[in-house]
């Protein structure tokens, strides 16, 4: 039962970052289960599996706040399942020490570029003016899909911050559509894992539960922060926490010195909080620009 409610919390914590961010459950799932010290694709088995339920409440939340573009949610997902098997495949075929390296160093580099990414640039008002081809959904899905299935996370890092990038949809769709299209990657990838897991590799179902009952009770309030919550300020803090936590696991799986890993993760500790006060920052002086702006606009 302890179990149940550890991962329940864990669930509802990370549902809440991805929800509102479009990315990052399965980074934080992950992440939380590794350090734990579940093999890598164990771990990443158990946290697609929670996802299958995750992501469907997720997407019943965004429509019902209407936050999908249908079209972009087909074109991406049936790349992404694709993606998604190969990625599953490939990271149970690595052995356990290489497995863990890459899927730490992976998911390492997803909370840094979260990090850099809400924290210092400089998001816009990204609004559509097209819609995104199918020529360019669909090698973001297949990549994406590999990315989140062999690193154990990164269909959100990979799929919602290019969206957002390439302005052809506007932000809320892209979270919307992205959390939707995840339930399809998530299915294949468990297809994927299922299969091809060694027989001596056993998932703890209680662990996938907790991971699932959290994130669905919680899809419904991330749904609503996503029109609510500033994103610079709960990226940054999200994508701090996973790096230094998978820096430490990374320095922990090389043997590297106490001496070393005492700097490394003050550094880790200083840059995160840098950008979380650079966020913070922002997200004040973007709220006084609007508030004089909207001062400045004359009525009528």
Same mark, same amino acid.
């Given at each position: 039962?302890?179990?149940?409610?550890?991962?329940?919390?864990?669930?509802?914590?990370?549902?809440?970052?991805?929800?509102?961010?479009?990315?990052?459950?399965?980074?934080?799932?992950?992440?939380?289960?590794?350090?734990?010290?579940?093999?890598?694709?164990?771990?990443?088995?158990?946290?697609?599996?929670?996802?299958?339920?995750?992501?469907?409440?997720?997407?019943?939340?965004?429509?019902?706040?209407?936050?999908?573009?249908?079209? %972009? *949610? !087909?074109?991406?997902?049936?790349? @992404?399942? /694709?993606? +998604?098997?190969?990625? $599953?495949?490939? #990271?149970?075929?690595?052995?356990?020490?290489?497995?863990?390296?890459?899927?730490?160093?992976?998911?390492?580099?997803?909370?840094?570029?979260?990090?850099?990414?809400?924290?210092?640039?400089?998001?816009?008002?990204?609004?559509?003016?097209?819609?995104?081809?199918?020529?360019?959904?669909?090698?973001?899905?297949?990549?994406?899909?590999?990315?989140?299935?062999?690193?154990?996370?990164?269909?959100?890092?990979?799929?919602?911050?290019?969206?957002?990038?390439?302005?052809?949809?506007?932000?809320?769709?892209?979270?919307?559509?992205?959390?939707?299209?995840?339930?399809?990657?998530?299915?294949?990838?468990?297809?994927?894992?299922?299969?091809?897991?060694?027989?001596?590799?056993?998932?703890?179902? %209680? *662990? !996938?539960?907790?991971?699932?009952? @959290?994130? /669905?009770? +919680?899809?419904?309030? $991330?749904?609503? #922060?996503?029109?609510?919550?500033?994103?610079?300020?709960?990226?940054?803090?999200?994508?701090?926490?996973?790096?230094?936590?998978?820096?430490?696991?990374?320095?922990?799986?090389?043997?590297?010195?106490?001496?070393?890993?005492?700097?490394?993760?003050?550094?880790?500790?200083?840059?995160?909080?840098?950008?979380?006060?650079?966020?913070?920052?922002?997200?004040?002086?973007?709220?006084?620009?609007?508030?004089?702006?909207?001062?400045?606009?004359?009525?009528?």
């Amino acid at each position: 039962m302890q179990t149940l409610l550890l991962f329940g919390l864990a669930g509802i914590l990370a549902q809440l970052v991805d929800g509102s961010l479009g990315m990052a459950f399965g980074v934080t799932a992950t992440t939380t289960l590794v350090t734990l010290g579940t093999a890598p694709a164990v771990a990443s088995a158990a946290v697609h599996l929670a996802e299958v339920g995750t992501a469907l409440a997720s997407g019943a939340a965004h429509w019902r706040f209407r936050n999908i573009d249908w079209r %972009t *949610v !087909v074109i991406l997902a049936v790349p @992404g399942a /694709v993606g +998604a098997v190969l990625g $599953a495949y490939v #990271l149970t075929s690595l052995p356990m020490e290489f497995a863990e390296v890459w899927i730490t160093a992976v998911l390492l580099l997803l909370g840094l570029y979260v990090l850099v990414r809400f924290a210092f640039l400089r998001l816009g008002a990204l609004v559509a003016t097209r819609r995104p081809s199918a020529r360019f959904l669909a090698p973001l899905g297949l990549v994406a899909g590999f990315v989140d299935a062999s690193g154990g996370g990164g269909w959100g890092p990979v799929a919602t911050t290019t969206l957002l990038s390439s302005g052809r949809l506007e932000p809320r769709k892209v979270v919307g559509s992205v959390d939707t299209s995840e339930f399809i990657v998530a299915l294949a990838a468990s297809a994927g894992f299922l299969l091809t897991l060694p027989q001596e590799h056993e998932l703890n179902y %209680t *662990v !996938v539960a907790g991971l699932m009952i @959290g994130g /669905v009770l +919680a899809a419904p309030l $991330a749904a609503w #922060l996503v029109r609510k919550l500033p994103p610079r300020v709960l990226g940054a803090a999200a994508g701090g926490l996973i790096v230094f936590t998978n820096a430490r696991t990374l320095l922990n799986a090389t043997d590297t010195g106490s001496t070393v890993t005492t700097v490394v993760l003050t550094g880790v500790g200083v840059l995160w909080a840098v950008g979380l006060t650079a966020a913070i920052r922002s997200v004040r002086e973007e709220r006084r620009r609007r508030e004089h702006e909207a001062h400045e606009t004359p009525v009528g």
